[in-house]
T-cell receptor
Framework: GAGVSQSPSNKVTEKGKDVELRCDPI?????LYWYRQSLGQGLEFLIY????????KSGLPSDRFSAERTGGSVSTLTIQRTQQEDSAVYLC??????????????FGDGTRLSIL | AQTVTQSQPEMSVQEAETVTLSCTYD???????LFWYKQPPSRQMILVIR??????QNATENRFSVNFQKAAKSFSLKISDSQLGDAAMYFC?????????????FGKGTKLTVNP
């Protein structure tokens, strides 16, 4: 597609349920990132994929959070046993990786997650 | 760890006037990248401008320019001839060139209002 696509756009679920958020990056972009944006806050890094591997997962807040990427394309962020503090907008971004390190990240519209 | 500080939670400007948004950062690295992103109510993060730390010349993109002061670790954004469509949240971001992670570190943002 032309841009980064995220689904669903909005998700409302009950506390304790598991949720899966999907990100489809720009075709040809080998790098993929997940960020979390809580209300009125900046973006908080969660995890970075290069191809199918995740060299940096230092931002995942707890072991309830996991992510995978298959085929070097689509990524899924899973949150198990959701808590109210997980409510946020989850943004995905992708970029080329050229070795020069100067490629910008292109963002999707995000998934707004609300935990009741 | 690197940090990014945006000291102005909110700013306002009259249409056609000029406004400057502040950003400072903390790092011990000599080579890195800096970005300004715009986030309108639609949630999508849009790249406004980027600067490589090794370049002394300030980056410009049409009505947008930066004042990069490496020694002071300052990276302000100037918007000239402000337009109603410039109203949005603006985020300053830092990216390291070391450590193998391509993640962005964001400030908390500045909400810009443009008055007609």
């Amino acid at each position: 597609g032309a841009g980064v696509s995220q689904s669903p756009s909005n998700k409302v679920t009950e506390k304790g349920k598991d949720v899966e958020l999907r990100c489809d990056p720009i075709s040809g972009h080998t790098a993929l990132y997940w960020y979390r944006q809580s209300l009125g806050q900046g973006l908080e890094f969660l995890i970075y994929f290069q191809g199918n591997s995740a060299p940096d997962k230092s931002g995942l807040p707890s072991d309830r959070f996991s992510a995978e990427r298959t085929g070097g394309s689509v990524s899924t962020l899973t949150i198990q046993r959701t808590q109210q503090e997980d409510s946020a907008v989850y943004l995905c971004a992708s970029s080329l990786v050229t070795g020069a390190g100067n490629q910008p990240q292109h963002f999707g519209d995000g998934t707004r997650l609300s935990i009741l | 760890a690197q940090t990014v500080t945006q000291s102005q939670p909110e700013m306002s400007v009259q249409e056609a006037e000029t406004v400057t948004l502040s950003c400072t950062y903390d790092t011990s690295e000599s080579d890195y990248y800096l970005f300004w992103y715009k986030q309108p109510p639609s949630r999508q993060m849009i790249l406004v401008i980027r600067q490589e730390a090794y370049k002394q010349q300030n980056a410009t993109e049409n009505r947008f320019s930066v004042n990069f002061q490496k020694a002071a670790k300052s990276f302000s954004l100037k918007i000239s001839d402000s337009q109603l469509g410039d109203a949005a949240m603006y985020f300053c971001a830092y990216r390291s060139t070391q450590g193998g992670s391509e993640k962005l570190v964001f400030g908390k943002g500045t909400k810009l209002t443009v008055n007609p």
